[in-house]
């Protein structure tokens, strides 16, 4: 009961280009609960410099990292983890949190444990799969960043937490008592249409063509409503380019599940 509490927090603009950054650091920290904090390490322009979201270093016991997000962006050739367990021995529950690592250079994964573990389903697996099982690795789609409004715009981050007796937000916003957001907000996306385009199936690259190809596109539907395409029509465009430059439309038929392509 006598716990501390790292709860709420926003971590972000640490824009070292090639130093060491730790959003959230503990070394041989015993009884240290990490809840409800958003840590975004995006600097982009870095050459280098390790990263690591959470870091935990030296035998410590009663540690909890429960509904964070933590969101790696950052350029470099160095290794990057959103979660970094460098001792075996330690004591931690981890679990409800978004993680998500997307840097173009380096040596990245989402945990560290004994070994860099790339995705969230290795991480999932280590010690006996005990951390992370109902965490999420999507991106937050951040309304915006630039103007430090890190609060997520993705659906399938919402509502991901699980309540651990935080009952406000950064911002003094009630939390749900059942349901909580991940991350230092708390936030409510409307339910909506969306769709995108997930695949060309056909004509497939690197073959001779004819003048007369079908076209097949695959499209996702990445909103939060079960799509009728009878009530609700969709009309797909793909542009050629070359010889012949044109574009062609077609349409959807039947219906289309939340994520289903």
Do not use: M
Not at 47 to 55: M, S
Not at 103 to 112: R, V
Not at 151 to 175: C, I, M, Q
């Amino acid at each position: 009961g006598n716990e501390n509490k790292v709860i709420n927090n926003l971590i972000y603009k640490l824009n070292s280009g090639t130093g060491t950054i730790y959003g959230l650091y503990n070394s041989s920290s015993n009884g240290v609960f990490y809840y409800h904090n958003t840590v975004a390490l995006q600097n982009t322009a870095s050459t280098a410099g390790i990263t690591r979201g959470f870091y935990q270093i030296t035998l410590a016991s009663n540690i909890e990292v429960k509904n964070n997000i933590i969101y790696i962006t950052r350029g470099g050739t160095d290794a990057k983890n959103c979660l970094y367990f460098g001792t075996t021995t330690s004591s931690i529950i981890s679990n409800n949190n978004l993680l998500f690592i997307n840097s173009a250079a380096g040596t990245n994964g989402i945990g560290f444990y004994s070994t860099n573990q790339v995705s969230l389903a290795n991480w999932q697996a280590v010690n006996g799969a005990i951390y992370d099982q109902q965490s999420i690795s999507v991106d937050p789609l951040f309304i915006d960043p630039n103007a430090g409004d890190f609060t997520p715009d993705n659906f399938l981050s919402d509502n991901k937490g699980v309540p651990v007796g935080v009952t406000y937000d950064l911002l003094n916003v009630s939390r749900s008592l059942s349901t909580p957001d991940v991350g230092c907000y708390e936030f409510s996306i409307p339910l909506g249409d969306d769709i995108s385009t997930f695949a060309l199936v056909s004509p497939v690259a690197n073959q001779c063509f004819s003048n007369a190809e079908t076209v097949t596109v695959r499209i996702k539907n990445v909103g939060t409503n079960v799509l009728n395409f009878g009530t609700t029509p969709v009309a797909v465009s793909c542009q050629i380019t070359g010889p012949i430059n044109t574009t062609l439309t077609g349409s959807a038929s039947g219906t289309l599940g939340i994520n289903g392509v």
